[in-house]
């Protein structure tokens, strides 16, 4: 057992939003295919994908209907055959408008011919996994969706990784899409995480997960080969931020603005692993996800959802919202991305659905009363109530100046202010006016 | 318009807030409050009750004339009210009281923008005012006797303080507080199981409390030649335990940064060390060491900055 060390500061919020007792021991079930998919363009850190399809034209499952632009971006695929009946834009989580592709399904499944299982695995190159990822539109499916290609491609870096950092904390209350993939698919990840090594040339993974998931951890024990270790971690909010886990698996610490590449780590999320592993195997590519559904919900659960089916398809399999939802919240509820209409699409980065009511929605802000507990908290070792105060006065250089951009947008400032203040939207703000003006 | 909310994450919040962190406090300081009316008598009830009341009535007073939000609803004028009247000996008339409060919310606390923003503590500096401008009276203290409710005429000639070390009373007397002073300072136990619970809540940190008796007690031991029974006689007599716990560590007038609040209790420990050792000053001087470290504390903090967790050596 590896000695881990946690990091300073974080918080415990899994006694208020215990959410996660609801789904832990649930299985994933495939919901079933929607009428209509409508698929964004933009489901990737980077340039949006070029449409590359017509209206009236018959697709497959697993067709290219967006190609990737430039260096770091993704293709997107069909997630149902059937035929394009619209081009069209819709609103992402967090209220961005992308262009999309609607396509209705036709119920056959019918998979492109450049779907195809790979014949010998053995035989692939770096270089081929790194082409497959990039041709499968694999992205990071925790959240941040940035290209796998393009993180698994070490070549230029100097030093070189030593180290696959395997993210399966899922530190969030509420989500249990990662914890139920390991329990059921531990297998998967982990020849997931095996192409990974290969591709990135490191000959040690280390997987993190947190320790309120007991049979997690044994079955991907079980299920672990050489140079692949599971450590298991305290449960502490925001364990799964990659900074914190590679100093939790290998004390390392990522200097300030650097990324973890400067700790000779990549770290990739256990389902962008298993997606990897389809998409190296099988020739998939990412047409669903898993999705925990829970909240405000009859009956939540854990759905593997095709890309582009409307929330409120997914809300029927969940048996409907029950009364009282305020916030429709797209991921955890520390990070997530509220959404203002049940139109939203699921896109790659969706790990979990969360219709929340009033325990969502905070109290009036009242003054700072400088209990210092938002330091405290901070993981990063910042100050938010001093950001705060300055970005209030306008002065976003100076909140710039004290370390704004170290921020990694965990929310533990605002969850632990007792004066109920929206510090992280302060430091939002500082980091996106401050950019403009250039201290 | 979407009936759903948009806004930014988080989209979960502890439970803790402004009014149960004020709340803890006032809880913290009921034991010694109570050990103080025990020894004290009625008196000392009336003096709470009034301060209270008039620290409360203050502030609302103030956000109705300023048109702004009534904010008594945070128990922190509460907390002001209470520790004004623990700082006053049973004796003062009960106008006393009432003026302090006064003072202390709305010359102290309120004009300088309410809670967070004021640079003294505010029971302090009323306390300050008071003990200048009626000094007598504010140097006057009964004689504890236990449970005698109906109140004590008997006026101390000596309290620990000026006595020092002179052996007065002992150290049994000193913890328990069945000695003379103000209403809540004598009764170190209940004031050091208050801390404990305050600690225990995470409202206050060891740094500042720590640093000070710390401090506070190396200079006396040093200086009287590694004299235990000296030094613990003057760590528990006068307001330095409630000062320490209580009044040090008031958020609005100390460092929030770990290595401020050491660098602010070393400098209330060391400056009331300067005040006492060695000086028959018939005042308690915690109260002006902690006021005068309240008003560099923004400097402290100034260059006692974080270190951030990306903050490697290169």
Same mark, same amino acid.
């Given at each position: 057992?590896?000695?881990?060390?946690?990091?300073?500061?974080?918080?415990?919020?899994?006694?208020?939003?215990?959410?996660?007792?609801? *789904?832990?021991?649930?299985?994933?079930?495939?919901?079933?295919?929607?009428? +209509?998919?409508?698929?964004?363009?933009?489901?990737?850190?980077?340039?949006?994908?070029?449409?590359?399809?017509?209206?009236?034209?018959?697709?497959?499952?697993?067709?290219?209907?967006?190609?990737?632009?430039?260096?770091?971006?993704?293709?997107?695929?069909?997630?149902?055959?059937?035929?394009?009946?619209?081009?069209?834009?819709?609103? #992402?989580?967090?209220?961005?408008?992308?262009?999309?592709?609607?396509?209705?399904?036709?119920?056959?499944?019918?998979?492109?011919?450049?779907?195809?299982?790979?014949?010998?695995?053995?035989?692939?190159?770096?270089?081929?996994?790194?082409?497959?990822?990039?041709?499968?539109?694999?992205?990071?499916?925790?959240?941040?969706?940035?290209?796998?290609?393009?993180? &698994? @491609?070490?070549?230029?870096?100097?030093?070189?990784?030593?180290?696959?950092?395997?993210?399966?904390?899922?530190?969030?209350?509420?989500?249990?899409?990662?914890? +139920?993939?390991?329990?059921?698919?531990?297998?998967?990840?982990?020849?997931?995480?095996?192409?990974?090594?290969?591709?990135?040339?490191?000959?040690?993974?280390?997987?993190?997960?947190?320790?309120? /998931?007991?049979?997690?951890?044994?079955?991907?024990?079980?299920?672990?080969?050489?140079?692949?270790?599971?450590?298991a971690l305290p449960a502490k909010y925001p364990q799964g931020y990659e900074k914190m886990l590679i100093y939790a698996l290998t004390g390392r610490k990522v200097p300030n603005g650097k990324l973890p590449s400067a700790a000779q780590c990549v770290v990739m999320n256990v389902a962008t692993c298993a997606a990897l592993s389809d998409a190296v195997r099988k020739g998939q590519p990412i047409i669903d996800r898993v999705v925990t559904v829970a909240g405000r919900v009859a009956n939540p659960c854990n759905l593997r959802v095709r890309i582009g089916v409307p929330l409120l398809d997914v809300i029927d399999q969940a048996g409907g919202m029950t009364e009282g939802v305020r916030k429709l919240i797209c991921g955890g509820p520390m990070m997530g991305k509220t959404m203002s209409t049940l139109n939203t699409p699921i896109t790659k980065n969706f790990s979990a659905f969360l219709p929340?009511?009033?325990?969502?929605?905070?109290?009036?802000?009242?003054?700072?009363?400088?209990?210092?507990?938002? !330091?405290?908290?901070?993981?990063?070792?910042?100050?938010?109530?001093?950001?705060?105060?300055?970005?209030?006065?306008?002065?976003?250089?100076?909140? #710039?100046?004290?370390?704004?951009?170290?921020?990694?947008?965990?929310?533990?400032?605002?969850?632990?202010?007792?004066?109920?203040?929206?510090?992280?939207?302060?430091?939002?703000?500082?980091?996106? !006016?401050?950019?403009?003006?250039?201290? | 318009?979407?009936? $759903?909310?948009?806004?930014?994450?988080?989209?979960? +919040?502890?439970?803790?807030?402004?009014?149960?962190?004020?709340?803890?406090?006032?809880?913290?300081?009921?034991?010694?409050?109570?050990?103080?009316?025990?020894?004290?008598? %009625?008196?000392?009830?009336?003096?709470?009750?009034?301060?209270?009341?008039?620290?409360?009535?203050?502030?609302?007073?103030?956000?109705?004339?300023?048109?702004?939000?009534?904010?008594?609803?945070? %128990?922190?004028?509460?907390?002001?009210? !209470? &520790?004004?009247?623990?700082? &006053?000996?049973?004796?003062?008339?009960?106008?006393?009281?009432?003026?302090?409060?006064?003072?202390?919310?709305?010359?102290?606390?309120?004009?300088?923008?309410?809670?967070?923003?004021?640079?003294?503590?505010?029971?302090?500096?009323?306390?300050?005012?008071?003990?200048?401008?009626?000094? @007598?009276?504010?140097?006057?203290?009964?004689?504890?006797?236990?449970?005698?409710?109906?109140?004590?005429?008997?006026?101390?000639?000596?309290?620990?303080?000026?006595?020092?070390?002179?052996?007065?009373?002992?150290?049994?007397?000193?913890?328990?507080?069945?000695?003379?002073? *103000?209403?809540?300072?004598?009764? /170190?136990?209940?004031?050091?199981?208050?801390?404990? $619970?305050?600690? %225990?809540?995470?409202?206050?940190?060891?740094?500042?409390?720590?640093?000070?008796?710390?401090?506070?007690?190396?200079?006396?031991?040093?200086?009287?030649?590694?004299?235990?029974?000296?030094? &613990?006689?003057?760590?528990?007599?006068?307001?330095?335990?409630?000062?320490?716990?209580?009044?040090?560590?008031? %958020?609005?007038?100390?460092?929030?940064?770990?290595?401020?609040?050491?660098?602010?209790?070393?400098?209330?420990?060391?400056?009331?060390?300067?005040?006492?050792?060695? /000086?028959?000053?018939?005042?308690?001087?915690?109260?002006?060491?902690?006021?005068? !470290?309240?008003?560099?504390?923004?400097?402290?903090?100034?260059?006692?900055?974080?270190?951030?967790?990306?903050?490697?050596?290169?």
């Amino acid at each position: 057992m590896a000695i881990t060390q946690t990091f300073g500061g974080g918080i415990h919020p899994h006694e208020i939003g215990n959410g996660k007792n609801a *789904t832990q021991s649930l299985p994933i079930v495939n919901a079933a295919a929607p009428a +209509r998919v409508t698929i964004a363009m933009a489901q990737h850190l980077g340039a949006p994908a070029a449409c590359c399809v017509k209206v009236g034209q018959v697709v497959n499952m697993g067709q290219v209907i967006g190609e990737a632009q430039g260096a770091i971006s993704a293709p997107v695929h069909a997630s149902v055959s059937g035929k394009v009946v619209a081009l069209t834009t819709c609103e #992402l989580a967090g209220g961005k408008s992308v262009p999309a592709v609607v396509i209705e399904n036709d119920f056959e499944d019918r998979w492109d011919e450049s779907v195809k299982p790979c014949e010998n695995v053995d035989a692939l190159t770096a270089q081929d996994i790194m082409t497959i990822a990039r041709n499968c539109g694999v992205v990071g499916l925790g959240g941040a969706t940035f290209p796998t290609a393009v993180k &698994l @491609n070490t070549e230029k870096l100097d030093p070189k990784p030593d180290t696959l950092v395997i993210n399966g904390s899922e530190c969030e209350p509420y989500l249990t899409s990662d914890h +139920r993939l390991m329990v059921e698919n531990a297998g998967q990840v982990m020849d997931g995480i095996r192409f990974a090594m290969k591709a990135t040339g490191v000959s040690c993974a280390k997987v993190g997960i947190e320790d309120n /998931k007991p049979d997690a951890i044994e079955a991907m024990k079980a299920a672990a080969t050489e140079g692949i270790e599971v450590v298991a971690l305290p449960a502490k909010y925001p364990q799964g931020y990659e900074k914190m886990l590679i100093y939790a698996l290998t004390g390392r610490k990522v200097p300030n603005g650097k990324l973890p590449s400067a700790a000779q780590c990549v770290v990739m999320n256990v389902a962008t692993c298993a997606a990897l592993s389809d998409a190296v195997r099988k020739g998939q590519p990412i047409i669903d996800r898993v999705v925990t559904v829970a909240g405000r919900v009859a009956n939540p659960c854990n759905l593997r959802v095709r890309i582009g089916v409307p929330l409120l398809d997914v809300i029927d399999q969940a048996g409907g919202m029950t009364e009282g939802v305020r916030k429709l919240i797209c991921g955890g509820p520390m990070m997530g991305k509220t959404m203002s209409t049940l139109n939203t699409p699921i896109t790659k980065n969706f790990s979990a659905f969360l219709p929340l009511g009033d325990e969502s929605v905070s109290a009036e802000e009242s003054a700072c009363i400088r209990c210092g507990r938002c !330091m405290r908290a901070c993981p990063m070792g910042l100050m938010p109530a001093k950001m705060d105060a300055l970005v209030r006065h306008g002065d976003y250089a100076g909140a #710039l100046a004290i370390g704004a951009l170290n921020c990694m947008e965990c929310g533990s400032c605002t969850y632990s202010c007792p004066a109920k203040r929206e510090l992280l939207q302060a430091i939002k703000v500082a980091k996106c !006016m401050g950019g403009n003006i250039k201290a | 318009m979407s009936k $759903y909310i948009v806004s930014c994450s988080p989209h979960l +919040r502890d439970n803790v807030s402004t009014r149960s962190i004020m709340q803890d406090v006032c809880l913290a300081m009921l034991p010694a409050c109570i050990a103080g009316v025990l020894f004290f008598g %009625y008196r000392a009830a009336i003096i709470l009750a009034l301060s209270v009341a008039a620290a409360v009535l203050s502030e609302k007073f103030y956000c109705k004339a300023a048109h702004i939000k009534d904010t008594t609803g945070d %128990y922190s004028a509460v907390v002001t009210g !209470m &520790l004004l009247a623990m700082n &006053l000996p049973s004796t003062v008339p009960y106008w006393m009281p009432v003026i302090g409060s006064i003072i202390a919310i709305l010359l102290c606390k309120m004009i300088f923008g309410g809670i967070g923003q004021n640079f003294i503590n505010p029971a302090l500096g009323a306390r300050a005012i008071l003990a200048l401008s009626w000094a @007598n009276v504010m140097n006057t203290f009964a004689a504890p006797a236990f449970g005698n409710l109906a109140g004590v005429d008997t006026i101390a000639s000596v309290t620990p303080v000026s006595g020092v070390a002179n052996g007065s009373f002992t150290l049994a007397q000193l913890a328990l507080g069945n000695i003379p002073g *103000t209403i809540g300072e004598t009764c /170190k136990i209940a004031l050091l199981a208050g801390a404990a $619970y305050l600690m %225990y809540k995470q409202v206050i940190s060891w740094h500042i409390p720590v640093a000070f008796i710390g401090s506070f007690a190396a200079c006396y031991l040093i200086f009287t030649g590694f004299n235990v029974n000296v030094t &613990l006689y003057q760590v528990l007599s006068g307001g330095l335990i409630l000062g320490a716990f209580f009044m040090a560590t008031d %958020y609005s007038t100390s460092p929030t940064t770990n290595k401020g609040k050491i660098v602010f209790g070393l400098g209330c420990g060391l400056l009331l060390f300067w005040f006492r050792y060695g /000086k028959k000053a018939p005042a308690e001087w915690c109260s002006f060491a902690i006021l005068l !470290m309240n008003v560099v504390s923004p400097l402290i903090e100034r260059v006692t900055g974080n270190k951030s967790f990306g903050e490697v050596k290169k």
